[in-house]
């Protein structure tokens, strides 16, 4: 008699593989989705950075807007909407007539622009 299938040593080691590849697939999509908080957070800096300038450079005598940004951030007519969740906190402070923006993603990482 000649039975054909797969015996219960070639199913183990296929379900072996594919947990290995799954948990592969998994830490790199969660590294992925740091990276793109961090992204977030620049690009949100980077944005209030631009606003504040643009704002300063229209009144150049009024009173520099600052403060925290963490849930957007406004300026005079320049306006930076809420970033969403990728963005734990921001604050703009001004130094020696230079604007500067610090940010924290969801992640962790904090940056500071300039």
Not at 38 to 56: I, S
Not at 79 to 97: A, F, H, I, K, N
């Amino acid at each position: 008699m000649n039975v054909k299938g797969f015996t219960f040593l070639e199913i183990l080691v296929v379900l072996a593989a594919i947990g290995v590849l799954a948990s592969l697939l998994v830490a790199n999509l969660l590294g992925a989705r740091k990276l793109a908080q961090d992204r977030l957070a620049l690009a949100y800096a980077n944005n209030v950075l631009k606003a504040a300038w643009a704002h300063r450079t229209e009144d150049p005598e009024g009173t520099p807007v600052g403060g925290d940004c963490t849930d957007g951030f406004t300026a005079g007519s320049y306006s930076v909407p809420d970033p969403g969740p990728g963005v734990s906190s921001c604050q703009l402070t001004w130094r020696d007539g230079l604007p500067q923006v610090e940010v924290r993603s969801r992640s962790g990482h904090s940056f500071t622009l300039p």
